[in-house]
């Protein structure tokens, strides 16, 4: 018989390794972030500084920021309609979701915000 936190370790354990999993595979399209400075290579100069910042803002939107929000308001959705009228779940659950969604609203508006200052100095975009 599992007490409390033994049944929050397993759900813990099994997000977890989806994570990993995730990163894993997440990590594999960040390998070549600025194509400078290496052997062969041209040095590297600002503009090669501003691709790698953008780089770093769509890795995070695409890669990171989207799956585990979309997770987390899967998760406060789950929490919400099975709380069962109880006001402590279904605040956590709706909880989970707000903060869910203004993690979206940052990462966009960072996202925004790097591809408004490209497009201001005339920098390629990706």
Known sequence: MLNKTGKYEKYGYGILFFLMAFFINAASSFAALVNC??????????????????????????????????IVIIWGGIEMAISAGDEGKFKSGKKKITAAAIGIVLTFGAWLLVNTILKFLNLPTQ
């Open 37 to 70: 400075g290496g052997n062969g290579q041209n040095p590297c100069n600002y503009s090669d500084f501003v691709k790698m910042v953008q780089g770093l803002v769509t890795f995070a939107l695409t890669d990171v920021v989207t799956p585990v929000a979309v």
